[in-house]
Structures are given as C-alpha cells and as structure tokens.
Antibody, heavy 115, light 107 residues
Framework: EVQVVESGGGLVQPGGSLRLSCAAS????????MSWVRQAPGKGLEWVAK????????YYVDSVKGRFTISRDNAKNSLYLQMNSLRAEDTAVYYC????????WGQGTLVTVSS | DIQMTQSPSAMSASVGDRVTITCRAS??????LTWFQQKPGKVPKRLIY???SLQSGVPSRFSGSGSETEFTLTISSLQPEDFATYYC?????????FGGGTKVEIK
C-alpha cells in the first residue's frame, strides 16, 4: 500500500524558517520525481518545487526561488522542503506528491506564517 | 510561463447530466496534461493523465481528450459523489502550472 506522510508544519513568524519532511513507502521512491504542491486557504493548487529521482535536478516556482530548497534522501525514502525567509503569502497546506504527474499525494501539512 | 485557463470556474449541474470542463494552455504542451478531483477538506486525486489515460480505479464515466492547447474533461453522467472541484495541470515545462479550478455544484 502506498503511503505518503508529510510532517513539520506549524506556526512561524514572518522571516522565520521551517523544514517540511515527507516519508514515502509502498513504491520505489528512488525512481520517482517528487514535488511539493501548496494550497492557500480557500484557494487553488500551486506547484512549488520538483526534484529528479537522483536529486541532480531541481525546479522551483519563481515566488520561492532563493528562499526554499527541495532535497531528498533515497536511502530514507524521504523528501524535504527547507523554507527560509517565510512570508504571510506562504501560508498554505503543503502537499508532497509523487510522480511526473502527481499520482500519489500525502495528506498535507499546514504552514501558517503570522506574527 | 505557460498559463492554464480553465472554464467554467463554477457550474451547477444535476445528477445524470453530461459535464464538460475545458483547459486551454497558452502554448502547446503536447499531452502533458493531468486532471485532478478535489473534495472539500480532502487531498487531490488524479483522474486522468497523459490527457486521456484513465487512472486505475477511476470510474469510466470520466474521460479526457485533447492535445497541445485545448483539453477537455468529460463526466458522461454526473453522480452525487462527483460534486467537487476539478483542476488541470500542465507538466510540459517549468514552472508547472495548474488551472484555476472548476467547482461543480448541485443544481
């Protein structure tokens, strides 16, 4: 059974940092492109970042470039998102999604940026 | 960046209706188009990938078509469990972009 579980969300002040984690099982994690997708309260879906199976290529939406870093540890079947210089507009549920067209999703973790 | 324009943004329909949702890409994306369904408070669920391939376990009343810049998601006979918001996603080029969503409500 495929399982994707995010963790690490919470309340953080503007300018602060947070590291999200995603633990995957039930599929060959090291063979999958992995992404982070977010959804602000009451809004639509927004792709944030994507990483190649071997970690050699990383892509970001412009609004997070230079602030967020996606990474993975294939030995631990885990994906990460380091988020620095957080802004109020980064407030959202953050989902981990597996595959080139997001066939598997986690349940999401809420990040709230507020003073 | 490729813009994905989804229409309509919302619609009311009755059980049994045929429903069509359109996604237009601002430039050609071949068939790198995926459709998702999201119910309130739930995780998005992939319905269609590669523009027209049905995800395993998804009812056959869902179908997708199109290529390059024009894509459609069709629900042949709307069921009560289909009332949800639908999103398209292009993954032809970066940044990946979603359509704005189509909320299908009960008439």
């Amino acid at each position: 059974e495929v399982q994707v579980v995010e963790s690490g969300g919470g309340l953080v002040q503007p300018g602060g940092s947070l590291r999200l984690s995603c633990a995957a099982s039930g599929f060959t994690f090291r063979s999958y492109w992995m992404s982070w997708v977010r959804q602000a309260p009451g809004k639509g879906l927004e792709w944030v970042a994507k990483i190649k199976p071997d970690g050699s290529e990383k892509y970001y939406v412009d609004s997070v470039k230079g602030r967020f870093t996606i990474s993975r540890d294939n030995a631990k079947n885990s994906l990460y998102l380091q988020m620095n210089s957080l802004r109020a507009e980064d407030t959202a549920v953050y989902y981990c999604a597996a595959g080139e067209s997001f066939g598997y999703w986690g349940q999401g973790t809420l990040v709230t940026v507020s003073s | 960046d490729i813009q994905m324009t989804q229409s309509p943004s919302a619609m009311s329909a009755s059980v049994g209706d045929r429903v069509t949702i359109t996604c237009r890409a601002s430039q050609g994306i071949s068939n790198y188009l995926t459709w998702f369904q999201q119910k309130p408070g739930k995780v998005p669920k992939r319905l269609i990938y590669g523009a027209s391939s049905l995800q395993s376990g998804v009812p056959s009343r869902f179908s997708g078509s199109g290529s390059e810049t024009e894509f459609t998601l069709t629900i042949s006979s709307l069921q009560p469990e289909d009332f949800a918001t639908y999103y398209c996603l292009q993954h032809n080029s970066y940044p990946l972009t979603f359509g704005g969503g189509t909320k299908v409500e009960i008439k």
